[in-house]
């Protein structure tokens, strides 16, 4: 049993000193969740950052609408005073009118509010004349083919419109469009992307219509508004101006590119303030808004303010972390495994070591016990022979020898005798480990009865036995109790004595105890009387091998039991033998 | 059928001079005056029952220690001999061993015997065949 709970043991140790597969099934699980959890929390900030883009677009979009419709409400209300106004416009009227509005506080952005008139060229003439009472340098230019007239009569704050002062809008595509869609519409109108002829810088920039018509006069159908068209408020935008300010580019985290029909109207490219500008957005996006009947196609992209702050280290963090703690396990699983195979390693050395020592020690008590039964058999032959020849010299000399020869023969006689009780001692020695005898049932009482009768003894002794049924090997315990008995008669210092042989269980061993009333062993000579070939008095005064006690005390121990001498070296000595009970013996 | 005791040879297959003489010793003692042949070994008794130096009826006292041809050797080939293997035989040895026991037995002897148990000058032995040889039957060889 032992040697298999070692075997599993090592099994253990082996299984553990191997990197297996649930570990690899935990380094596995690590890697994935690391990499979920990173994948998921990168997933989670795109999707934060993009909508945070979304709303960013919008809002950008919102302003501009915002913006649009603030101008819008400027021309309806230049249309309104204009509606209002009973007499025939002028130029002073006009000043007084956006200076009260005050438009470049009111309306940020705005370029200028002016008043563009609807004219037959037969009354260009008359026109130029009527406008040249109060200002005398005003003409209508450039000259065209159109059937219309369309000129730039009032514009506020006139000194940075001076260029547009009686500027015939109906020259241009873009502008002539416009108008007529507004005339025709009654409705607020954009023209496409122009190049206004008071911008110095020649950027692009538009112009936002509101239509007014003649006073009294139905305007609700095409035709109608057409032939009663009197004119439209407008406003000059230049683009990048109008941009600045509330949508100023360090205000915002997108950059924006506006479009019209393919034409570009703005560009933050375009401005000096291009360091916000991604050149490979996180996002980008393309929204075509209706703006007063034009498409503005809005491309906004994110910037690097806005890279910077969607920015997160987030799954970094919790990828560096997961790997950090894989590598970890990754470390601890190996640095066990190669503690478990340097302690397999040891264990299997010093196992190794042991069973070769063992090996040793078995073989040198196996040819120690071998040599002693030779030893002991191969003597007996020639001390039997000495035996028998002192036999025959003593029997055929009887009448010749001296009386000093023949006791000498008997001394030689007695010699040879204590001789063979030895060496049987020492087969008896030599053969314990040499067979191991099966438990049996038997009687204590009738077994030491039978011992102590074989023993050649005075009549004066006496022996009592618990009665007690055993299961244990008979012929080991003889050999003890005749060892034991023998040595309580042999060395009892009266006449006559009692031996008792007790006998209880306890803690699962048998406890048979040998008690005589003899003189005792003192207690300092305990070991002395285990010891082989040692007797406690001169083998002349007491016969005996010296080998009895160390012979009981070898013969119990092989069947893993113990032997004590109790005594206090004046009133007798008790033997005390354990023997394990049989169920524990059997191997 | 009866026999004159007399007539009876042993034969001792001994290799130790003095347990043989120990033996032929008790013979005088117990004034027994029949022909007693010795082998020192095995192989010198099969020679001398092969060659009819043993008249018969006779009885074997093997020892089982001996050189060149062991007694349980002995005893493998006498028992294997068409004419010898209806031999009595006895065994007298010092081995107590119990391989020997059952091995000899085996080879149907007639009797194990100690050294060391059949008596001080092994007088018990020969008193011992003495009765034996008085009411036993032998066989025809």
């Known amino acids: ?102 438009i470049d506080r009111t309306y940020p952005g705005i370029n200028g509010l002016g008043v563009i008139l609807n004219i037959t060229p037969e009354q260009r003439n008359s026109f130029i004349e009527t406008q040249q009472a109060t200002r005398p340098d005003f003409s209508i230019h450039p000259t065209h083919e159109e059937s219309e007239l369309w000129p730039i009569t009032y514009i506020e704050p006139a000194l940075s419109n001076e260029q547009a002062i ?48 003649k006073k009294g006069m139905a305007h609700d159908s095409v035709n109608a508004r057409q032939s009663s068209i009197e004119g439209v408020a407008y406003a000059p935008f230049i683009m990048y101006k109008l941009i600045s300010g509330t949508l100023a580019i360090d205000k915002r985290l997108v950059t924006l590119e506006i479009n019209d029909n393919g034409q570009g109207l703005y560009n933050d490219l375009d401005s000096n303030e291009t360091a916000e500008i991604d050149a490979k957005p996180l996002f980008t996006d393309k929204i075509t808004v209706d703006f007063y009947g034009r498409k503005w196609q809005f491309v ?41 195979k340097q302690a397999l390693t040891y264990a299997d050395d010093i196992t190794r070591e042991l069973q070769i020592n063992a090996q040793h020690l078995t073989k040198s008590n196996q040819d120690l016990e071998q040599f ?168 002349d005064k007491v016969e005996g091998s010296g080998m009895g006690l160390s012979l009981s005390k070898k013969t119990i121990e092989h069947y893993g039991g113990t032997l004590t001498i109790e005594s206090d070296g004046v009133n007798g000595t008790s033997v005390i033998i354990t023997w394990p009970m049989a169920s524990k013996t059997t191997k | 059928m009866s026999i004159n005791t007399n007539e009876i040879t042993l034969l001792l297959l001994e290799d130790d001079d003095i347990d043989a003489m120990a033996i032929t010793r008790a013979l005088d003692k117990m004034n027994i005056g029949n022909n007693i042949i010795r082998a020192c070994d095995g192989l010198e008794g099969l020679e001398l029952l092969r060659s009819g130096a043993v008249p018969s009826p006779y009885i074997i006292l093997l020892d089982l220690q001996m050189p060149r041809l062991s007694g349980l050797e002995f005893l493998e080939e006498i028992r294997q001999d068409p004419v010898l293997d209806k031999s009595i035989i006895f065994v007298l040895t010092t081995s107590k061993s119990d391989e020997d026991i059952t091995a000899s037995y085996k080879k149907n002897i007639a009797g194990y015997f100690l050294k060391e148990n059949v008596g001080e000058e092994f007088l018990d032995i020969v008193k011992m065949l003495k009765g034996y040889w008085k009411i036993v039957l032998f066989p025809e060889i």
């Open chain 1, 300 to 340: 906004i992209s994110s910037n690097l303010s806005f890279r910077k702050d969607s920015h997160s280290n987030q799954p970094y963090f919790i990828l560096a972390s997961g790997t950090t703690l894989t590598l970890l396990l990754l470390a601890l699983f190996i640095v066990l495994s190669r503690a478990s």
């Open chain 1, 166 to 213: 009686g500027l015939d809008v109906a020259f241009e595509h873009n502008r002539y469009t416009g108008i007529k869609k507004a005339r025709d519409s009654g409705l607020a109108q954009l023209t496409g992307p122009i190049t206004l002829v008071q911008d110095a810088k020649q950027t692009p920039g538009f112009l936002f219509y509101a239509p007014f018509y």
């Open chain 1, 1 to 102: 049993m032992e040697i298999n709970d070692a075997q599993d043991a090592r099994q253990k140790m082996l299984y553990s000193s191997h990197l297996r597969g649930f570990h690899w099934l935990i380094l596995s699980l690590s890697v994935i969740l690391t990499t979920a959890a990173w994948f998921v929390t990168t997933e989670q900030v795109h999707e934060r950052a993009a909508e945070r883009f979304e709303r960013e677009s919008l809002q950008v979009i919102e302003l501009v609408k915002e913006r649009m419709k603030l101008y819008e409400h400027a021309l309806w209300g230049a249309v309104a005073f204009l509606d209002a106004n009973k007499s025939e416009l002028t130029d002073q009227q006009w000043k007084d009118y956006s200076n009260s509005l005050q």
């Open chain 1, 372 to 539: 002693a039964y030779v030893a002991s058999h191969d003597l007996k032959s020639p001390l039997n022979a000495i035996q028998k020849l002192v036999n025959w010299i003593s029997e055929d000399c009887e009448n010749i020898l001296p009386d000093s020869s023949k006791e000498h023969l008997a001394l030689l006689k007695n010699r040879t005798i204590r001789m063979n009780k030895l060496l049987d001692d020492l087969l008896d020695y030599a053969r314990i480990g040499r067979h191991d005898f099966a438990p049996q049932e038997l009687d204590l009482k009738a077994t030491a009865h039978e011992v102590f009768s074989l023993l050649d003894h005075p009549k004066t002794f006496s022996l009592s036995v618990t009665e007690q049924l055993l299961l244990i090997p008979k012929t080991p315990l003889e050999i003890v109790l005749r060892n034991l008995i023998s040595n309580a008669i042999k060395h009892h210092d009266k006449t006559s004595g009692h031996i008792e042989v007790l006998y209880k269980e306890e803690h699962g061993m048998h406890h048979i105890c040998v008690k005589d009333d003899g003189p005792g062993i003192p207690q300092a000579l305990f070991d002395k009387a285990l010891e082989m070939f040692q007797t406690l008095k001169p083998r």
